[in-house]
């Protein structure tokens, strides 16, 4: 129970999670790249609580089942509280003429396919509610990060993934994903349910973050602006840890999707 799986550590959001969780809790980090260690260890520095596991491409379920086998081989079963899904990638389809099928098919694969191919490999080490309430513990490891009621599967989705919210069209290969992760995140947290597992699965909408990811939208001078809702990451980690150690099952957090200000957002 002493396990945070963060997948895409070197991405803006990931990164900015695992430098969090390593300085505020006392869990063994597994930081899952597709690129390789080198860069990523090097801008996390040396800690004994950390190891990178790279070429972790979530497009191939191969690398996530050797991934799953090296937590498990050193950190046993029943071990994992945290697992963080942070991949995504955006095409931004402004019209029909611009779908590929090539592209459709890669965002699919890694917007919501190996985020589901990840909670395959890595669920199985989470502890069932029985194995987690016979647990004793001093402090919890995960204190301030997860609800001391349960474990977590956590995926980085999007509001515009809400049919109910599309007002205004585009990105279809970016909308639709996401749609289909809330779907497989809803339909994880009912198996987690069915099988007496401690994990709450959820899905989970930022605001808008200045990462790699929206400079190509927002410029590379854009400037955080709260009352916007456009975030620095480190002032998005603070609002995505704070909705974190707030889920749990009892307050029905599973299942669902919200946003960065603790509200849900409807389908
Ligand atoms: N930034 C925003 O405003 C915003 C808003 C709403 C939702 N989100 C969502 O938040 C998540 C993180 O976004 P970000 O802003 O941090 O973007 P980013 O810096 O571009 O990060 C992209 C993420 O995708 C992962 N990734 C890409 N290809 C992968 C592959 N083949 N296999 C495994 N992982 C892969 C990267 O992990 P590695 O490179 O470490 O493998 C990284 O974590 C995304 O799911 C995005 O849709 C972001």
Redesign the pocket.
């Known amino acids: 129970m002493s396990t945070a799986v963060i997948?895409?550590?070197?991405?803006?959001?990931?990164f900015a999670l695992t430098q969090h969780v390593l300085k505020h809790t006392s869990l063994n980090v597994f930081a899952l790249?597709?690129?390789s260690a080198k860069e990523l260890q090097e801008r996390l520095g040396h800690h004994e609580r950390l190891t990178v596991l790279d070429r972790?491409?979530?497009?191939d379920e191969g690398t996530l089942e050797k991934a799953a086998s090296t937590v498990r081989e050193r950190q046993g079963n029943d071990s994992v509280r945290l697992i963080a899904c942070?991949?995504?990638?955006?095409e931004p389809e402004k019209s029909l003429r611009m779908i590929n099928p090539q592209t459709l098919l890669d965002t699919f694969q890694?917007?919501c396919m190996?985020h589901l191919l990840t909670y395959k490999h890595f669920v199985p080490l989470i502890p069932s509610k029985k194995a987690f309430a016979e647990l004793k513990w001093d402090e919890d490891p995960a204190k301030g990060l997860v609800a001391k009621t349960n474990s977590l599967c956590f995926s980085?989705s999007?509001r515009v993934g809400s049919i109910e919210d599309n007002k205004k069209g585009g990105w279809y290969s970016y909308r639709a994903s996401k749609a289909a992760l809330n779907q497989f995140i809803r339909t994880l947290d009912h198996e987690l349910v069915n099988k007496s597992s401690s994990g709450v699965a959820m899905a989970y909408?930022?605001?808008?973050?200045l990462?790699?990811?929206?400079r190509p939208i927002l410029g590379a001078k854009a400037e955080p602006n709260p009352d916007k809702g456009q975030f620095s990451t480190d002032q998005a980690v603070e609002h995505l840890v704070s909705i974190m150690s707030k889920a749990s099952r009892e307050q029905e957090w599973g299942g669902r999707l919200w946003d960065y200000k603790g509200e849900q957002i409807p389908w």
Request: charged letters at 10%.
């Open positions: 997948q895409g550590s070197s991405g803006g959001l990931g790249t597709h690129r972790v491409d979530i497009r942070f991949a995504g990638v955006l890694i917007n190996g980085l999007a909408h930022p605001g808008t973050v990462t790699s990811f929206t």
